[in-house]
């Protein structure tokens, strides 16, 4: 059974074809809205969520197909001490495929292994989050029309955020491809990132804790929230927090053509002053992350079935 775990679980070619497909969906959404009569998503949120799940939810109602599931962990049975592989093994029973948020690294895995259905990992603890980079890949097709030769900064919580963990592995198959890394020093890439991913595939990359020295080389500048939850004492939290706030006076070095990105929920790091600017992408991810789930959700169906 084909599910989607890890952003490596699908091919370039395979991912290009889902962005194909997202792009029709954005161009013919009619043609669209009968895919999934009859079908049922479910999602199963052991985590606070606002888009992942409700663009799951909501791509599936433009498919044409239906949602059941839960949105916290205290109202599911794991509140009893069931295991993710007996919950995985029951939605089984009810469910077509299902999307899955877990604070634990893995638990999508241990569910796709005991699931006789798809299993979309929708973000694993500090870990990955593949249909978030499926997204920003979107994003990234329709601002600047390649994947080859473009600097990305990453900004923020580089260690517990899950989202640059996954876009650096889908990013690492492209050429000409360079990473900025900017983060205080608690928050720096893991180890394991920079040495199984960026080494291993010969991407080039710095550490810059500078924002204001790192922009004006960067075709994307990707920022993300601090991640609180991941954080073992508050302290640490409010001290690193507001590390970097990116504000208009910091655009003044940067590329005309610049695409500021964020997977959301912000809190300090853009000020909303940055909102009107034509270079801010994130409220176009938000949409692009509902048109890829939606093509992402009919590719696994369509698998299943065979
Ligand atoms: C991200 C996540 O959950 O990892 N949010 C999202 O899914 N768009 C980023 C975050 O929570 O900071």
Redesign the pocket.
Known sequence: MRSLIDILDFSVEEIHALINTACDIIDNPKKYSEKCRGKKLATLFFEP?T??RLSFESAMYELGGNVIGFSEANSSSAAKGESVSDTAKTISCYADIIAMRHPKEGAPLVAAKAASIPVINA?DGGHN?PT?TLADLLTIHREKGRFNNLTIGLCGDLKF???VHSLINALSRYKGIKFVLISPDELKLPSYVKHDVLDKNGIEYCENPSLEDAIGDLDILYM??V?RERFFNEEDYLRLKDSYILEPSKLKNAKGDLSIMH???RVNEISVAIDDDPRACYFKQVLNGKYIRMALILKLLEEAEK
């Open positions: 969520s888009r992942t973000g989050h978030q955020g899950r989202t993300t929230r991640q997977p959301l929920p």
